[in-house]
């Protein structure tokens, strides 16, 4: 398949872990990085669906794009016991 679709490392995603670090207007979020950059976040389909709560301080995976590494989605919430309320 690599020798018909050469392209498909240019389309590859890039996973990695950060911390949100404040939520923006429009459903974004500033999140820092584990190697110190910042990016602007949005959430990802099925926490979008299923109406998942994120504030500043959870730890987050996110899914960088491609064409501009300062833009990113959001696709897990680390579930945090400092944050989580009590029930």
Sequence with gaps: RSTLFPYTTLFR???MNGTVTETLKGGQFKIK???GMDCIGTLGGKLRMNSIKIIPGDEVLVDLSPYDITKCRIIFR???TIN???K
């Design 33 to 35: 990085l584990e190697n």
């Design 78 to 80: 680390e579930r945090n």
């Design 84 to 86: 989580t309320p009590n």
């Design 13 to 15: 995603s890039s996973i």
